[in-house]
């Protein structure tokens, strides 16, 4: 049909054999034979990739359209096409909980934004969302007892948490101090002492430079408290000295 499509004498239905086929390919697991074909025909297969991912998504099918995408991020000729397809991802990670997958995207995604002219601001408006959910969710997490009994997944939790609190301070100047102060909470939470002592030591430099007394009480309280904890390094102990100066 294809081939007759291009044929004069025959009316076109090249677009909707392309389409037809691409689906076949990629929903029958066959991408390479899919980069192949729309190699052959001149077409570009990180962009076909992505509007194909974004049609099952919207039908429901997101593990298919999560393959989709990440492949159409491997063909992205452009770093603006490479954050729409992870634009598309930070959702289908948030929906089904894959914080790992999800928390990688989101490094990629304030690296671009880092970078400048690459996100557009409806884009970063939605990375400043989800790091902002998952931020709080997470933290929460462990702030709860669920998980108190679960070191290595409380852990896990309370690096998340303090990664994307982390992330919203390097995009947010303003707020960066409380910010990093959350992040200090998270570790403090899950019994990361040693990161908590050297966040709250940052939100408290943070506080003071932007008159912010109360983070700034908050932060010192937040070293006290981690201080006395069990398994505190003595470096980083020695390192708060001016504490009684």
């Known amino acids: 049909v294809y081939k007759y499509s291009k044929d004069p004498n025959f009316i076109d239905l090249s ?35 992505t ?25 992205a000729k452009t770093d603006q096409e490479k954050a729409e397809v992870n634009i598309e991802l930070l959702s289908l990670y948030d929906r089904f909980g894959k914080t790992s997958k999800h928390l990688a995207v989101t490094r990629e995604l304030v690296a671009a934004y880092k ?22 969710t997470l933290q929460k997490q462990v702030s709860g007892k669920t998980y108190q009994s679960q070191s ?24 960066s101090h409380r910010a990093l102060f959350h992040a200090a909470e998270s570790n403090f939470a899950s ?35 981690s201080l006395g904890k069990k398994g505190v390094r003595k470096d980083i102990v020695d390192a708060q000295n001016y504490l009684a100066q």
């Open 15 to 49: 677009k909707d054999v392309e389409r037809d086929l691409g689906f076949f390919y990629s929903t029958g697991g066959k991408t390479k034979e899919a980069v192949g074909f729309y190699k052959g025909i001149g077409q570009d297969v990180g962009a076909n990739f």
């Open 51 to 75: 509007k194909m991912g974004k049609y099952l998504k919207e039908q429901g099918k997101f593990t298919q359209a999560e393959k989709l995408f990440v492949k159409a991020k491997t063909h």
């Open 115 to 136: 970078k400048g002219n690459i996100l557009t601001s409806a884009q970063f408006d939605i990375v400043k969302y989800h790091i902002k959910k998952m931020a709080v």
């Open 152 to 175: 290595k997944l409380l852990n896990s939790k309370g690096r998340m948490a303090s990664e994307y609190f982390t992330l919203q301070a390097s995009i947010n100047e303003k707020t």
């Open 191 to 225: 019994k990361r002492y040693n990161n908590a002592i050297t966040l709250y030591d940052s939100a408290y430099k943070g506080a003071i430079a932007k008159r912010d007394r109360k983070f700034a009480a908050r932060s010192l309280e937040g070293i006290l408290a």
